[in-house]
């Protein structure tokens, strides 16, 4: 089965949104950031991002469909929270009017609803959307990286994702991730199964078709990690990194796009390791999973079992996720089974 279609669509909803964000980025209001009841960081840009994705795929496949997303209305329908709703759906009439293939203008209440299709559990049955409107917010808000994370699942399985990374440098990430002035940004990962990753400029030049790194000697290897000590161990993965025998330092930066530029060779791990009692969410790896396998990455948690995404909104994953390519893989899995059992508390 092809999801040429789907594919497409995916691929203008995720630019759509990513000049969005870039839009408020460069000009990012106090009053554009709320905190969400779980005190993580939610902005305009958020809401935004996930309201034009809801349309766009809504007008390119012109048929119901399934979406699992990260954000809700709930808290913009309360009390004071008009001129906020107000802003987002400005922002969206904005990137439709600029971009011109659809002559709508929305009102508060299509955003409000748009915003909230992306309701569905998932599951292992039919096609579902998987949407993090944005992924990094605490990168959003530095300036540093983020990413706009597309993916659909057919039968609990990832068949396509789409990754915007609008402040990822075209070339490669030589100076750690940070924003360099010198250096192009913003790029597009695509992948559709048994079809090769591509990357091209976000400003929709043409495509070019990535490969993971093909390092098998863990010494010339560097990984990624989150930049956010709260979201990953670094103690645990400097202990891992060192058995393994990497030299270079962690590379740590912020959201999806550790998939992305693992995809196309940037660097050859990616290890995360949330602390205990986190939860992983499937839109926080759908898209990312796809670029990186397609390119001939593998990525498995802790105990080497693929990740699935038929279980609803969450993955049910053994302690961490680990990524690298299939040379290194059995190396890296056996840094890891030594590292936990070494920082397991003694019973
Ligand atoms: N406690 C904890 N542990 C692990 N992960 C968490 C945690 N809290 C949040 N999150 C999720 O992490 C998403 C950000 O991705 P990263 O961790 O790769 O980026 S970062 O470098 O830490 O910013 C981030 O995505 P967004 O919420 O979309 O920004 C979260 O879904
Ligand atoms: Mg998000």
Redesign the pocket.
């Given at each position: 089965m092809s999801y040429h279609k789907e594919l497409a669509a995916a691929k203008k909803a995720a630019s759509l949104a990513a000049r969005l964000c870039q839009n408020v980025q460069k000009a990012l209001l106090q009053s554009d950031v709320q905190s969400k009841t779980d005190k993580?960081?939610?902005t305009v840009a958020?809401y935004g991002s996930q309201a034009l994705i809801s349309f766009v795929l809504q007008q390119e496949l012109r048929a119901e469909f399934s979406l699992v997303a990260?954000e809700d209305s709930k808290d913009l329908r309360k009390d004071g929270a008009q001129e906020i709703v107000e802003r987002i759906t400005k922002l969206v009439n904005y990137s439709l009017t600029t971009d011109g293939s659809y002559n709508v203008t929305l009102s508060t209440e299509d955003v409000l609803k748009a915003i909230d299709s992306g309701r569905s559990e998932g599951g292992s049955q039919g096609q579902h959307w998987v949407l993090?409107?944005?992924?990094?917010?605490?990168?959003?808000l530095r300036g540093d990286?983020?990413a706009i994370?597309l993916a659909l699942l057919d039968g609990g399985k990832v068949v396509l994702g789409v990754l915007a990374c609008p402040n990822l440098p075209l070339t490669s990430l030589e100076d750690a991730g940070q924003h360099s002035p010198n250096n192009e940004v913003g790029c597009l990962f695509f992948a559709e199964v048994g079809g090769g990753t591509y990357m091209q400029p976000l400003d929709g030049s043409s495509a070019v078709k990535v490969q993971v790194s093909a390092v098998e000697n863990p010494e010339e290897a560097s990984f990624f990690?989150?930049?956010?000590?709260?979201?990953?161990m670094h103690d645990l993965t400097s202990l891992i990194a060192q058995k393994l025998g990497v030299k270079a330092p962690p590379v740590?930066?912020?959201?999806?796009a550790?998939y992305g530029a693992l995809s196309r060779g940037d660097g050859a791990i990616y290890l995360?390791f949330?602390?205990k009692g986190?939860r992983?969410?499937i839109?926080?790896h759908a898209a990312g999973c796809i670029v990186v396998t397609e390119a001939g990455g593998v990525v498995t948690d802790a105990a080497g079992q693929p990740l699935d995404f038929s279980k609803g909104k969450h993955l049910d994953v053994d302690t961490g996720i680990i990524v690298t390519n299939q040379k290194l893989m059995p190396l890296l899995l056996n840094a890891v089974k030594e590292s936990l059992k070494e920082k397991a508390p003694s019973s």
């Open positions: 993580t960081p939610v958020d990260e993090d409107p944005i992924d990094g917010t605490k990168g959003f990286q983020y994370a990690e989150s930049y956010e000590a709260a979201h990953s740590r930066i912020d959201s999806q550790k995360r949330p602390h986190y992983e969410k839109w926080d």
